[in-house]
């Protein structure tokens, strides 16, 4: 015998949720990747840090890698390293999501930053990473996708959108301030942009299950 079922009465519309209360602001600790005598990233860096400090979505804190001249080579935690690596460590690991400050040097970055990469592991694990960098013509765009390549094997993610500064010393003043800052504040807003939301993504995917588990 055949039977039919009655149609079933349409759903009332699903009434659209309350928006998420505000989260927290994400801790980003931005690394100053150059040592080098004379160098130029603090002026690039302090035009960094107001673009960051500007933000109620962000928290900055500074790891220099100039400041770091006591981490050997090696790899070896004597007391001098053990001793350079407390501060750095802790801001590191703390950390919701980076900003590393890259210059160019032959065709790569420095042995300082990679020095300063290589001593963590798990305090780069499951968290974004912003690139900035500057240099001459290049604009430090190959020490950036260099970086890319270290980043994934430490599990970390590379935002895509990045700010260069092409011949920087010509593009800020004697003062420090950018001559023609649109095209750059621009390139800042949008590289922010998606740190804050893969920050916000992966903080909130490792609060439900831990990452590696």
Do not use: C
């Not at 790891?63 to 006591?70: K, L, R, S, Y």
């Not at 935690?77 to 160019?104: C, H, N, Q, W, Y």
């Not at 290589?118 to 950036?144: C, I, M, N």
């Amino acid at each position: 015998m055949n039977t039919t079922t009655a149609p079933t009465a349409p759903t009332a519309p699903t009434a659209p949720t309350e928006p998420t209360a505000p989260t927290e602001p994400l801790k980003v600790t931005l690394v100053i990747g150059s040592n080098r005598h004379g160098r130029f990233g603090p002026v690039v860096a302090d035009w960094l840090l107001t673009h960051l400090r500007d933000r109620a979505d962000l928290l900055p804190r500074v790891v220099d890698v100039a400041e770091t001249a006591t981490l050997p080579t090696t790899l070896a935690r004597g007391p001098e390293a053990t001793a350079a690596l407390t501060d750095i460590t802790e801001k590191l690991a703390s950390a919701d999501a980076f900003v590393v400050l890259t210059p160019e040097y032959n065709h790569s970055f420095p042995a300082g930053l990679k020095n300063l990469i290589d001593w963590h592991f798990t305090e780069w694990q499951a968290k974004p990473v912003a690139l900035v960098s500057y240099g001459g013509l290049a604009g430090g765009l190959r020490a950036v996708e260099h970086l890319r390549q270290v980043f994934a094997e430490l599990h970390a993610v590379t935002v895509r959108d990045t700010v260069s500064f092409h011949n920087a010393g010509a593009a800020f003043d004697d003062e420090g301030h950018l001559k023609d800052p649109t095209a750059a504040d621009a390139a800042a807003k949008s590289m922010l942009d998606q740190l804050v939301w893969w920050g916000r993504a992966l903080r909130e995917a490792k609060e439900r299950r831990p990452y590696g588990s």
